[in-house]
C-alpha cells in the first residue's frame, strides 16, 4: 500500500469529481429550465407553449451556473480554515490537551503515539459530546491542518485495541490523501443542494405574501409557491447526483482505510470490533446533527440512516474481510463506559525497550529502506508506542501549553558550542525574563544528548499547542526560531529538519501558506532543484570528506535518471545555502506525489551508500519529505507485508 500511490490516484479522482459535479449541473440546469417554461405558461409570459426557447435556455443556465458556483464558493470559503472548522461545524469540542478525565486521555495518548509513528504532526482533536453512537472522522486540507473527531459513544465504549483501529483508519485517510478530496467534496456538493434550500425559503415566504397578492387580485403568492415546490424537487435531483457522487468517490476508499489500518496495528480484530460494537448498538454509527447529511462521507462507519447509495460498504462486509469466519452475529452493545487503565509499557520500560531498539544507525538494504517509508508498518506503530512513552511526563507537560511548547522549541534549537549558545541566549533576553531564559538554557542541556527521533517526536507534541498563539504571538515567534537557527551561519542538520518541521505546519495553520497546487507532473523543470537537495544532502552526510559526498550524490543522481530518464547535475556550496535549499522545497512542494516519491527514493539512496542511516540522516530526509508535502513514517527494519 504504497502512500505516494494512492496520493496520486486521491488527487486523480478529482476529475472524477468535477466529471460527475458537471454531470449534476446539467442536471440540474435541464429541472430549472423545465419550472421556468412551466412558470411562464402559467403566467401567459409564453405564448404557444413554445419549449424551446434559447434566451430564456442561456438565462436559466448562467442564473443556475452563477448560484451554484457562489454557493459553493462560499462554502469552500467556510472549511478553508482547516479540519478544526470542519470538526466545529459537525459540533465537536476540542480537547483540551491537558485534559485529566481517562477516555480524552487515552484518545488523546493513542493518536499522538500514531502520529509520531506516521511522521506527522499531532492533529487537532475533537469530540462530538452529543453523538452517543460510535463513528469518527478525519478532515483537513493537508496533515498541517488535519483534525480528527470521534462522537462520545467511540470515545467510552470502545476498549484500547478498538479504539487504536479506529484511529488508524483515520490515519490512512490523512496518509492516503483523502482529506482534500473530501473537502472539495463538501464544497461542490452544497452548491449542487443550494437550490433545495431556496426552494424551501421560498415555500415559506409564500406565507406572507399570499395574504397581500390576494388582495391584491395578483398571483405572486401562486407563483411563488410553484418556484418554491419545484425548487424542492429540483433539490432531489441535486440530492440524488450528491449521494451518487459521494458514494463513488467513498466506498471502496473506505475498504481501503480498513486494510490499512489492519496493516498498521496488526489487529484485525481490533478494528472488526468496533464495527461489530457499530452493528450491536442501538444508535449503531448514525450522526444527529444537521451537517451530517453534508459530511456524511468523511465518517469512519454511514452517519445516516438511508442504505440508498450509501457513502460506506455495508457493515457485514467489512467486517468479513477483516474476520474471514465471521458468523454474521451481533452482540447487542448494552454495557458501561470502558474504564480499564491504559495498558501502555510503563515509562521505565519504555525508556530502555527505546535505547536498546535504535541505534545512532540503523543498517537497512535498499530494498528495505525503500518499503520502510512508502507505507506505515506494525514495527512503526510500535515505535510510535515505544517513543511517547520514552518522552519524560514533564517535557509532555510542557508541549501542552503555548508558552511551555515555545520553550521546548527553542531549547532544542539552541547551539552545543557554548559561544553561541551565549549569543543566542542573550538573544532571548530580549523578547523573555531571565527565569525563562534559564528554564530554556537548563532543558537544552537536559534534551542535548536525546535521539533525533525523540527531539522530532517533541516538536510534533508541541506543535497543537503552538496553533493556538495568536497570529502577532506567532509571527515573534516564528522570527526568534528563524534567528536561532540562522544566528551561527550554518546550515545544522537538525535545525533544518526543525526549521522546516514547524514552519511548514504552523505556517499553513495560520494562513501564512495556502495548501500547494500541482504544477509539474514530471523532472524536465524540477532538475536543478533536485541538484540543490542531492548535493546539500551529500554534503552535509559526509562533511569534510568530498570524495564520500561526490560518491552519494553520484548514487543519488544515477538512481533518479534512472527512474526519470533526466540528468541532475552537482551544486557547488555557494549554490547550495538556505534560501536556495527553501526554494528548491517550495518547487518540489508544487510536483505531484509520484515525484515526490522519487525524489525520496534518490535521497535515500544518496545515505544508503555507506550501508545504513544514521539519525540525523533519516531525520533530514523525514524533513525533505515534510517540507514538500508527504510526511514519512521514521525509518526501521520491517517485517514482508503479506
Known amino acids: 500500500m504504497d502512500f505516494f500511490e494512492h496520493q496520486e490516484q486521491a488527487r486523480r479522482k478529482t476529475g472524477l469529481l468535477i466529471f460527475y459535479f458537471i454531470l449534476a449541473l446539467l442536471g440540474i440546469i435541464g429541472a430549472t429550465y423545465t419550472l421556468v417554461i412551466g412558470i411562464l405558461i402559467f403566467t401567459g409570459e409564453n405564448e404557444g407553449g413554445n419549449f424551446i426557447r434559447p434566451g430564456v435556455l442561456a438565462a436559466t443556465a448562467g442564473v443556475t451556473c452563477l448560484i451554484v458556483f457562489l454557493a459553493s464558493t462560499f462554502k469552500s470559503l467556510q472549511l478553508s480554515g482547516g479540519g478544526g472548522a470542519v470538526a466545529r461545524e459537525l459540533g465537536g469540542r476540542e480537547i483540551d490537551a491537558n485534559t485529566t478525565d481517562f477516555h480524552e486521555r487515552r484518545l488523546l495518548n493513542v493518536i499522538e503515539e500514531m502520529a509520531i509513528a506516521s511522521g506527522v504532526p499531532v492533529p487537532a482533536v475533537y469530540v462530538m459530546d452529543r453523538e452517543s453512537s460510535i463513528n469518527a472522522f478525519a478532515a483537513g ?66 406565507f406572507y405574501t399570499s395574504h397581500s397578492s390576494r388582495r391584491g387580485g395578483g398571483n405572486i403568492g401562486i407563483v411563488m409557491l410553484i418556484a418554491g415546490l419545484g425548487l424542492m424537487l429540483i433539490g432531489f435531483v441535486g440530492s440524488f447526483f450528491a449521494r451518487l457522487i459521494k458514494a463513488s468517490i467513498s466506498r471502496q476508499r473506505e475498504f481501503l482505510a480498513d486494510a490499512s489500518a489492519v496493516q498498521f496495528t496488526r489487529n484485525p480484530g481490533g478494528l472488526a470490533g468496533a464495527l461489530k460494537k457499530i452493528g450491536g448498538l442501538t444508535e449503531a454509527s448514525t450522526i444527529t446533527h444537521p451537517m451530517a447529511k453534508d459530511a456524511s462521507h468523511l465518517f469512519f462507519s454511514n452517519a445516516l440512516n438511508s442504505e440508498l447509495l450509501a457513502t460506506h460498504p455495508p457493515l457485514n462486509e467489512r467486517i468479513k474481510r477483516l474476520l474471514p469466519y465471521w458468523e454474521g452475529k451481533y452482540d447487542s452493545v448494552d454495557l458501561p463506559p470502558i474504564v480499564e487503565s491504559d495498558s501502555r509499557k510503563s515509562k521505565t520500560e519504555a525508556v530502555s525497550g527505546f535505547s536498546q531498539g535504535i541505534g545512532t544507525t540503523t543498517r537497512l538494504t535498499e530494498a528495505e529502506a525503500l518499503e520502510s517509508f512508502r507505507s506505515l508498518h506494525p514495527e512503526q506503530v510500535d515505535l510510535g508506542n515505544t517513543v511517547h512513552a520514552a518522552i519524560p511526563e514533564r517535557l509532555q507537560n ?50 542535548v544528548e536525546i535521539h533525533s527521533t525523540l527531539k522530532l517526536s517533541l516538536t510534533d507534541l508541541a506543535i497543537p499547542s503552538l496553533r493556538h498563539l495568536s497570529a502577532g504571538e506567532y509571527d ?167
Not at 142 to 164: F, H, K, P, Y
Not at 608 to 619: H, I, K, N, R, T
Open 476 to 642: 515573534h515567534f516564528r522570527k526568534l526560531a528563524h534567528e536561532l537557527i540562522t544566528s551561527d551561519r550554518q546550515v545544522d542538520l537538525f535545525e533544518f529538519a526543525l526549521l522546516q518541521v514547524v514552519t511548514r505546519h504552523l505556517d499553513t495553520s495560520f494562513g501564512r501558506r495556502r495548501p500547494p497546487r500541482i504544477k509539474y507532473n514530471n523532472f524536465r523543470r524540477l532538475t536543478d532543484d533536485a541538484g540543490v537537495l542531492l548535493s546539500t544532502l551529500a554534503a552535509l552526510g559526509h562533511p569534510n570528506k568530498p570524495e564520500q559526498a561526490d560518491a552519494a550524490f553520484q548514487a543519488a543522481a544515477a538512481a533518479l535518471k534512472e527512474a526519470t530518464g533526466f540528468s541532475v547535475a552537482h551544486k557547488s556550496g555557494e549554490e547550495c545555502g538556505l534560501e536556495a535549499i527553501e526554494a528548491s522545497l517550495k518547487q518540489f512542494e508544487h510536483s505531484n506525489p509520484i515525484i515526490k516519491r522519487q525524489l525520496i527514493e534518490a535521497c535515500t539512496r544518496s545515505v544508503l551508500m555507506d550501508g545504513g542511516v544514521s539519525s540525523s540522516e533519516a531525520e533530514l530526509i523525514r524533513a525533505i519529505s515534510d517540507a514538500i508535502g508527504c510526511p514519512i513514517p521514521p525509518f526501521v527494519r520491517t517485517a514482508p507485508l503479506v
Open 398 to 447: 510542557l508541549c501542552r501549553n503555548s508558552a511551555g511548547a515555545q520553550t521546548i522549541v527553542f531549547s532544542l534549537l539552541l547551539a552545543k558550542d557554548q559561544k553561541t549558545r551565549t549569543a543566542e541566549l542573550n538573544l532571548l533576553r530580549k523578547s523573555f525574563d531571565q527565569k525563562r531564559v534559564d528554564i530554556i538554557s537548563e532543558l537544552a542541556d537536559e534534551v
Open 141 to 206: 486540507s493537508t496533515a498541517s491542518d488535519a483534525a480528527i473527531g470521534v462522537t462520545r459513544g467511540c470515545m467510552i465504549q470502545l476498549n484500547r485495541d478498538e479504539l487504536q483501529g479506529v484511529i488508524a483508519h483515520e490515519f490512512s485517510h490523512i496518509l492516503n490523501g483523502d482529506m482534500r478530496l473530501n473537502i472539495r467534496l463538501m464544497g461542490m456538493l452544497f452548491g449542487i443542494l443550494f437550490l433545495a434550500l431556496m426552494g424551501e425559503i421560498l415555500m415559506r415566504s409564500t
